[in-house]
Nanobody
């Protein structure tokens, strides 16, 4: 059964850091590229970052470039999103995606 499970969200102060995890089952990381998306209240879902199936290529949205880092651990079949220098506008539900498959999301709230 193909499944993506996000974790690591929470409440953090502006300037803080969080690391999100996307644990994958049902396929290995070299089969699909993995993307992180987010959806803030009242807004459309937007792409944040992605990593290729080989792990050799990454991309970032302009709003997070230089602050967020996507990575993966093949042994754990898990993709991470390290988020530093968080801003209130990063508040959203964060989802990981592979092809047509989505996780349930993890909430990130950046607030003082």
């Amino acid at each position: 059964q193909l499944q993506l499970v996000e974790s690591g969200g929470g409440l953090v102060q502006p300037g803080g850091s969080l690391r999100l995890s996307c644990a994958i089952s049902g396929f290995t990381l070299d089969y699909y590229g993995i993307g992180w998306f987010r959806q803030a209240p009242g807004k459309e879902r937007e792409a944040v970052s992605c990593i290729s199936s080989s792990g050799g290529s990454t991309n970032y949205a302009a709003a997070v470039k230089g602050r967020f880092t996507i990575s993966r651990d093949g042994a754990k079949n898990t993709v991470y999103l390290q988020m530093n220098s968080l801003k209130p506008e990063d508040t959203a539900v964060y989802y990981c995606n592979a092809y047509v498959y989505w996780g349930q999301g993890t909430q990130v709230i950046v607030s003082s």
